[in-house]
């Protein structure tokens, strides 16, 4: 057996108690869900099953990545953990590989014990989706699962990985919102091009589970009806005319797996505990969520104070400390001063 | 042979290691010595391969340390080894036997034993010796062919650090291990091993045989029947003179014999020569090159 395949085997034995446990809420948060989410209306039979196992997914995606890769934002920990004998992008990849099993092993035994309670409870849904939903969901749950593990991976220390990933969960929403507002409709006065809908469809990070639930929990509620299409959800018809974007996230995906081993391979053992300086932290972030929120309030009032105040604190945060460089300081300026000039001219 | 060739480091841009060349022999004990900050924990992390030098090589019996099988036959104790508040002796065990699967059960038991530690106790109630002695056992029972302690006297009372030697010196003379130590207790250094390498100013400045080293300088003890000036030593090569009153002890460069025939033509009333000692020698050492006195 290679050292991987023994770390690995080492990294499963001991995420043992954690799986379980896992499981065991996870049940309880499904079957609580199928049992009271199945209403039996006039003519048509509702359930929120699937948004309840999808659910469970996606805070695993997110949760998963911090647990098992926070044993390396400790330099103590690396002081050990860099010595032994193994690759690092192997231990990584024992890392990344064995937070998966975890994913699957619990989101497996939940779906499992969700769709045996339906088949048993109501022949209402079309539950012969429910096997391609469960691949097509995995797979899902592969790309948000490699994106966090790349988020949580470019911070140096938990708190700042946690932060991370809370923020990027809505970064391209809010990035996306912005540059739809104001630069087409605001500046170039175009409204078709880019619809409010799409953004807020696809933007936030848990999008491609969300989407797809939909899309699938349509299909298992309305297919037996007698005309389907008329008990149609709009939401689902929508996120299928825009399938494509799965194919876009799936790319992400990918590109952060790759990211994820690129950047751990490289990333210097010393950095650990430090200030986390990725380009894909706060220097983004901060910037990104401050000048959109200034757009989005683009008058010169209280909320350009508080977002003020919120990037201000947000560079201590960065920092840990209340001397914050230069650089930031004229960043926040950039935002700010030119809302202070606009409402000096146009007081003129 | 762990050889390491013009070694560069930098840290967030500063400067922390430079130009470090150095080889330790099979078999041998070297003492890393060095002032506080000197870059000793940084040589050792980047020796076991925790961290990547900038510039430089660094070889485990001819492999770069990057390569994995190259550190097969490394042991790196840090100064304060990570530790979860469930984490045990047998835990650590079963961590360390996934990396080196020859690791002896039997050996780690032994030690264990033999240092009154129970390994199913979880090691946040251990004090900071037997967290150390804890590890010792690990290290030993993995019996690693190069080895690589930091502080490695740190917080061991007298015998715990009786014992850690004997255990520490059994597997250099029965296994052939060798041993980089990293410590600010000199004169344990002095006991326990064969070589050093002393650290300063980002450099090594000066390395090999201990006891050579030693007796490259010598020391004695002088009195005169008057008081007299300093400058009666003037045409010695003298590193160190402490006087008072009629009374004078004086470090000198060289050979004993030589310097004790030069002394006498001085006409002390009583010269005696004392014995030298690694931690005196250090402290020279780092003074001569501008350290506080």
Not at chain 1, 149 to 170: M, P, R, V
Not at chain 1, 228 to 256: D, E, I, K
Not at chain 2, 47 to 64: K, R
Not at chain 2, 168 to 194: P, Q, T, W, Y
Request: glycine share 6%; aromatic share 14%; charged share 20%.
């Amino acid at each position: 057996m290679t050292t991987f395949k023994r770390y690995f085997t080492y990294r499963l034995t001991q995420s043992v108690l954690r799986t379980v446990v896992f499981t065991v809420l996870a049940l309880l948060m499904c079957l609580t869900a199928v049992n009271s989410s199945i209403s039996y209306q006039y003519d048509f039979t509702k359930t929120a099953s699937l948004e309840s196992v999808a659910t469970v997914l996606g805070i695993l995606c997110f949760l998963i990545p911090i647990l098992e890769l926070s044993g390396f934002k400790n330099r103590r920990n690396l002081d050990t953990l860099y010595f032994f004998p193994i690759r690092r992008e192997r231990m990584a990849l024992a890392h990344y590989l064995s937070g998966l099993v975890q994913i699957f092993v619990i989101y497996t035994v939940s779906f499992v014990a969700l769709w045996l309670t339906l088949v048993f409870k109501t022949d209402c849904f079309s539950l012969e989706y429910m096997p391609l939903y469960y691949i097509l969901s995995l797979l899902a749950g592969l790309v948000i699962y490699s994106i966090a593990c790349f988020i949580f991976g470019e911070a140096n220390t938990g708190a700042d990985g946690i932060l991370f990933l809370a923020l990027w969960t809505f970064a391209a929403y809010i990035l996306m919102y912005t540059v739809r507002i104001y630069v087409l409709r605001e500046l170039l006065r175009e409204t078709q091009l880019w619809p409010y809908e799409s953004i807020a469809d696809w933007g936030p990070l848990y999008a491609p589970i969300n989407n797809l639930t939909v899309i699938f929990q349509n299909l298992i509620e309305t297919n037996r009806q007698r005309d389907p299409y008329s008990y149609t959800n709009s939401y689902a018809a929508r996120y299928l005319s825009q399938a494509y974007m799965f194919a876009v996230w799936a790319a992400l995906g990918l590109a952060a797996a790759f990211g994820f081993f690129y950047r751990f391979k490289r990333k210097d053992a010393h950095l650990a505990g430090e200030i986390s300086n990725s380009i894909f932290g706060y220097k983004i972030l901060i910037p990104l969520y401050g000048y959109s929120l200034l757009l989005m309030y683009s008058d010169l009032d209280i909320m350009t104070i508080i977002v003020f105040a919120l990037m201000l604190t947000g560079y201590f945060f960065y920092r840990r400390s209340f001397k914050i460089k230069k650089s930031d300081i004229i960043i926040i300026a950039c935002g700010i001063l030119p809302m202070i000039l606009s409402a000096i001219l146009s007081g003129m | 042979m762990i050889e390491i060739k013009k070694l560069h480091h930098k840290i967030d841009g500063n400067e922390i290691l430079r130009d470090i060349n150095l080889t330790l022999q099979e078999g041998s004990v070297m003492g890393l010595v060095g002032i506080n900050g000197a870059g000793k924990t940084t040589l050792l992390r980047l020796i076991s391969g925790v961290y990547t030098a900038a510039e430089g090589e660094i070889l485990i019996d001819g492999v770069g340390v990057g390569d994995e099988r190259a550190r097969e036959s490394l042991f790196f104790l840090p100064d304060d080894p990570y530790y979860t508040a469930h984490t045990t002796g047998n835990s650590l065990f079963k961590l360390y036997k996934t990396f080196y699967p020859h690791m002896s059960r039997e050996v780690f038991l032994s030690h264990m034993a033999g240092f009154k530690l129970d390994e199913k106790k979880p090691i946040r109630n251990f004090s900071k010796g037997m967290k150390r002695q804890l590890f010792v056992a690990l290290a030993l029972a993995v019996k690693p062919k190069y080895l690589l302690l930091d502080e490695a006297f740190d917080g061991l009372d007298p015998l715990a650090r009786l014992s850690f030697k004997k255990a520490i010196n059994k597997a250099v003379e029965e296994e052939g291990m060798s041993v980089i130590i990293s410590s600010h207790s000199l004169r344990e250094l002095e006991d326990f091993c064969d070589s050093y390498a002393l650290i300063d100013k980002m450099t090594v400045t000066s390395s090999g045989d201990i006891a050579e080293k030693i007796n490259s300088f010598c020391k004695f003890q002088l009195a005169f029947t008057e008081e007299f000036e300093e400058s009666v030593f003037s045409g010695l090569p003298y590193v160190s003179l402490e006087k008072s009153g009629r009374f004078v002890r004086i470090v000198l460069k060289g050979e004993a014999k030589r310097m004790l025939s030069a002394l006498e033509e001085l006409n002390p009333v009583i010269v005696e020569e004392m014995p030298m000692d690694f931690e005196e020698l250090f402290i020279h050492e780092v003074e001569e090159r501008g350290h506080n006195k």
